[in-house]
């Protein structure tokens, strides 16, 4: 029998904290994303009762099935709300802790700043940004190995989609630079 | 024997370098992609659908459908070395795999799943080889209303069947049925919901939303645990593989029992995850050794890797042969055949044979290519997990940015896939399934152009979905799956009144 001769072994550098507390449970986020769904549903059944919403000779109109999928969308989230609200008495789960959030924030921040820098500078400049930053600041991994990759990872990317596949993405003034 | 000439002919299509090749690199994709974490097969398949947009159709389901056999062996290597389950049919894989890879018996174990897995698949292959045209040949005579009898079981089955709260699947299913409304109205030409936007125009694109919804999230997901992780490093001898193979034919009930399970969850929509949990529960209460499982018996790592690949492939079945998904991943192939062009439904038996059977060929060749490929470079695979999380996070985010882009070149679908993947990431913490969500955007459309087509037909009478014996039936079944809780609640109390009757004095 052979023993597990190599061990592999990843740490994270900047594990969340076990102990964090709680920003905020579990029902508090399920009555707020409830109400915001009913405020859509509200929304959208407004908008197809004007589009037309009764049954003509032919059959139903365009606003038929979205105005009534909006009432049973509103009546499931009252249906939410109301048990969440009886359920109050009730621990709920932490939905996430303070640690959790920070986490989180520090991926969906950059991915916001990519989304931007995307229409400015085109994606595959966002994209060198984007890994090399990420990993330099927030995985704490050597500057020269974090811009390395993410310059190779950005030219195969371009090389992949854009001259391979011929798939085009939205590009700014380097592309342009280079005559692309 | 027609389906087996088909067949031929389908290798024929198949056994080309250029196919050959991609097929390769699909299932190298796939295992990857398998492997990584927060990346799965579904977002995997969506991710990389935009690389497909220019390839013939046929040559792009093969490589689609090849990243995903990939991933679905992928997930079996996190789950027996590392105790990670990379996708969550592999979770129950990991109950006996790690024990067994603990214990100095990876590569047994990672042998066991390949090859359970293989034959998962195979039966399942096999099942939609002989199943699947005869279905389709009798879908072929489908109007109007049968195709939308056979939508409202879909959706119907998934509120009555589904584990979570019933008001959950209901909200993710309308919002999906919503949402998929959303631009030009197809039979009257009108706009709905678009609020004079002209981004709204096109539509909310359900390639987009997958992508937000399982990328994007899952990104975010995967960042609030703990990422350090230690496992075992293995490799896997022939001597090894065929101790294992020696061994196949006493376990013959339970990869038999397995395959059934998921072929039969992957048909309906149960789904893999179900199917592996199942699949795992049966093997144990029928073994004469109950104590054993969770220890690191190979039983255990057999019985959910056989269920996970039979569901995960034959959920393909009712996709080819009606054109309804029975997974989300069936749900992003489908979205693949729309953008390739084709019109997904029974007819693709008839107008293009090629495409059909050269896809069926590849289940069969890309799952022997793939088990020979994982059984050979597993050592390379587990050696991924040494990247770190924070180089592949924001890779994954370009890949998931790029594959929103291509499919209509906006700008706008960017800033739509951000905001599924907040929502995505909402909805998973309180406990909103996004199956139905998916499912309900990828057939909304299709759903009511069929119950419109048949009160245009029918001049508005709704009996038209009585008005034979085939459409009734599955009208009334929908119905009664949709009550189905309500419906078995109510005989269950029924039952217990008479045992009330019968024995009084017990309350």
Known sequence: ?180 | MEAFGLLIYGFSVLLTWKTLALMMVGLVLGIFVGVLPGLGGPNGVAILLPLTFTMDPTSAIVMLSCIYWGALFGGAITSILFNIPGEAWSVATTFDGYPMAQQGKAAEALTAAFTSSFIGSLVAVLLITFLAPGIASFALRFGPPEFFAVYLLTFCSFVGLGREEKHKTIISMTLGLLLAGVGMDTVSGQLRMTFGSNELLRGINFLVAVIGLFGISEILLTMEERLALRGHAASISLRVVLKVWKELPRYWATLLRSSAIGCWLGITPGGAIAASFMSYNLAKRFSKDKDSFGKGRIEGVFAPETAAHASGTSALLPMLALGIPGSGTAAILLGGLMVWGLNPGPLLFVEHKGFVWGLIASMYLGNVVGLILVLTTVPIFAAVLRVPFSAIAPMIVVSCAIGAYAIQNAMFDIWLMLVFGVVGYAFKKIGIPLAPFTLALVLGNRAEDAFRLSMIGAGGDLRVFWSNGLVGSITTLALVLLFWPLISGAMARMRSAIRRDAKPGIK
């Not at chain 1, 102990?19 to 908008?47: E, I, K, N, Q, Y």
């Not at chain 1, 009432?71 to 789960?93: D, M, P, T, Y």
């Not at chain 1, 391979?164 to 993405?169: E, G, N, S, T, Y």
Request: hydrophobic share 55%; net charge negative; charged share 15%.
């Open chain 1, 1 to 180: 029998m052979s023993k597990p001769e190599v061990e592999i072994v990843v740490e994270d550098p900047d594990p969340p904290a076990s102990d964090s507390p709680a920003v905020t449970s579990t029902r508090t986020v399920d009555v707020v994303a409830s109400l915001l769904l009913l405020a859509l549903a509200m929304l959208l059944g407004f908008d197809n009762w004007r589009t037309g919403m009764s049954w003509d000779s032919t059959g139903p109109q365009a606003g038929y099935f979205p105005f009534y999928l909006s009432v049973v969308l509103a009546a499931a989230c009252f249906f939410g709300i109301g048990k969440e609200f009886l359920a109050r008495k009730q621990a709920s789960e932490t939905f996430v802790t303070r640690a959790q959030l920070r986490r989180v924030t520090q991926v969906f921040v950059p991915t916001l700043l990519f989304c931007v820098v995307t229409q400015w500078l085109g994606l595959y400049v966002a994209s060198f940004l984007l890994v090399a930053g990420f990993m330099a600041f927030i995985g704490r991994i050597a500057a020269w190995k974090s811009v390395l990759t993410a310059f190779v990872f950005s030219l195969v990317m371009f090389v992949t989609f854009e001259i391979a596949f011929d798939v085009i993405m939205p590009k700014g003034p380097l592309e342009a630079l280079l005559g692309h």
